[in-house]
């Protein structure tokens, strides 16, 4: 696990971390997932953030959105040749699950948390994650013609030739243009996300990158 720039002192974060539900349903990454995936948005966040001083929250929503989706992170892993190393029961193995691109892209953001739990230290994480993102960091530009959650969603449903989007207005505070607005968004058969901002466009946004996130993790 050279490819990763960083020693663990706790080998069983490592291992955890490339453990698949498959093999076990307590010490699996899908709790280091979930950490994983709050630190790298926010580090990704910071960058965009810091390197585009002039850019607008919705532009920059969207280069977030394009860096840590499904397809993103699983370029990564593949990078860094993780797909070798995961644990997989025998039929995950079988059925390809080292090439999988949703186990690829959670197992990215459980090393991600694996790796702030080692060390619990942004400023030893960040660099490294960012190293990991150095290719595509170069690559994404302002002015590229991004899509919004809200576009990936619904070519994901299309393409899964499953029923579209409906967006709700729930709750809207304070007055215009102080308003914030909260949206639920619902697919039919899953749950409803919700999403929320300082307009009711960059509400749906939000929610939209919420229910996108889970069913590429699903479907």
Known sequence: MTKL???????DLLQ???THRSVSQRDNYERLE????SLLG????KYLYCHFPKEKEGRLTRMRATLVRQESLAKIAKDLQLGQSLILSVGEL???GHHRESILADVVEAIIAAIYLDCNRLDILEPIVLKWYEPYLIEIHPG???KDPKSLL???LQAKKMPLPVYEVVNIEGDAPNQHFTIHCQVEGFSVFKGEGASRRFAEQAAAADILKFLEHSL
């Open 144 to 146: 590229d013609q991004l």
């Open 16 to 18: 955890q971390a490339l």
């Open 42 to 45: 926010m580090i990704i966040a």
């Open 5 to 11: 720039g960083y020693q663990f002192q706790r080998i």
């Open 154 to 156: 619904q070519e994901l």
């Open 94 to 96: 079988k059925s390809g």
């Open 34 to 37: 979930f950490l994983g995936d």
